[in-house]
């Protein structure tokens, strides 16, 4: 059974650093698009992050544009988990982080549509304090 789960959210200060992974188990998604977006209350949920496999080891990654210079995204084959590093967090950043995994393809803007991703993690709570 295909299932994502989400770690590494937690409180952090302003200007502070957080690490989210994410372990698929029970079926590799290294061939597949895997995506991190966020909701905040009483908005919809947004792109953060993706990175898509391109031949052999070879991957490409996608950032929205609020995270461009403080965040990065990673994949570890070995351990099957995506990873999404976040630095200089700011208050705004406060969201449910949620991973997710795509079997389509597309441009960089078809992975930054939730509606193409198949599957979905519960969600990492994320807090920023000013």
């Known amino acids: 059974q295909v299932q994502l789960v989400e770690s590494g959210g937690g409180l952090v200060q302003a200007g502070g650093s957080l690490r989210l992974s994410c372990a698929d188990s029970?079926?590799?998604?290294?061939?597949?698009?895997m995506g991190w977006f966020r909701q905040a209350p009483g908005k919809e949920r947004e792109f953060v992050a993706a990175?898509?496999?391109?031949?052999?080891?070879?991957?490409?990654?996608y950032l929205a544009d609020s995270m461009k210079g403080r965040c990065t995204i990673s994949r570890d084959n070995a351990q099957n988990t995506v990873n999404l590093q976040m630095n200089s967090l700011k208050p705004e950043d406060t969201a449910v982080y949620y991973c997710?995994?795509?079997?389509?393809?597309?441009?960089?803007?078809?992975?930054?549509?939730?509606?193409?991703?198949?599957?979905w993690g519960q969600g990492t709570q994320v807090t920023v304090s000013s």
């Open positions: 997710a995994g795509a079997t389509g393809t597309g441009g960089s803007n078809y992975y930054r549509m939730p509606s193409n991703y198949d599957y």
């Open positions: 029970g079926r590799t998604f290294r061939y597949y698009t």
């Open positions: 990175i898509r496999w391109n031949t052999g080891s070879i991957y490409t990654g």
